[in-house]
């Protein structure tokens, strides 16, 4: 069901809603703002209150509005006063049956829990091989969103060892990871944090923060060290073997996956062991392809 300003004219007019914070992570809103970079048109953003979510979207420069308590009701508003052709959604920290009465011409998701509205009209979950949906979807890991820039990165003789572990780090295995690192001697890391991040790493050394260009930081990374959510997928599509921590329970699968595919190494859930001395030293992968292009060409067809 459609709801449109007469007064606007008519082209691509995208709504993004997604959030970041510490105990959520940053990965939803990053893949949307990654999405996004892949779309024509008008753009905007709503987010909550968190200041996670603010300071990513203002590192992206891109236009955003706070929702407001009443949810809901501010977003179908926004979506009248705009006239969006098209409303995508990657909510985590609840379920999308908030969202039951949002009303747009085209309504698409990235789920992972399976549970989706009907008003919804195309959902994408790169969480699973085996969810199934009533409405057109792209369910496999391979569907991941992720920046166009990954998939083009030249490795000349890489050296360093990559570590992040997510924009937030919640339970900070970033400082973990270092410190059991610098402790066996072993000293050319490149250590990144999110917007999110208020861990102790800064004790051990000076990380780099709030890296917008992550596939830069790939170019030298003969190794990577990621939690199981965004950065994991990066690496995969770098063609950088991965060293994976499952940080939350949705990651498992995801961090399974890669491990049985070959191009990762899977430490456990929220654990790592000795194991992590002997997979630095390297490991050969194999090849997979992330299909971040199918996913954007079927939002586009949706007009």
Known sequence: ??????????????????????????????????????????????????????????????????????????????????????????????????????QAKNLVCINFDGIVPDNFDFIINWNSITQKYKQKSLVGFDYAIIDKKFFDINKENPKEILIALGGADEFDFTYKIVKFLLENNINNLNVIVGAGYNGKVFELLTPKVNVTNMADEYKNAKIAITAGGLSSTEAVASKTPAILIATYKHQIDRCKFYDEKGVAKYLGYRTFDDKLLEYIKGFEISDFKIQTQKVVNEISKLG
């Open 1 to 102: 069901m459609g709801l449109y300003n007469k007064d606007l004219k008519m082209s691509n007019r995208y709504l993004f809603r997604a959030d970041a914070a510490p105990h959520i992570g940053i990965g939803d809103l990053v893949s949307l703002i990654k999405l996004s970079e892949y779309l024509d048109g008008e753009k905007y953003f709503l987010i909550k209150d968190y200041e996670a979510s603010k300071k990513l979207v203002k590192s992206y420069n891109l236009s955003y509005e706070i929702v407001t308590e009443n949810e809901v009701e501010f977003i179908n508003n926004f979506i009248k006063q705009k006239s969006i052709n098209t409303a995508i959604f990657e909510i985590t920290e609840t379920t999308l049956i908030k969202y039951k009465n949002i």
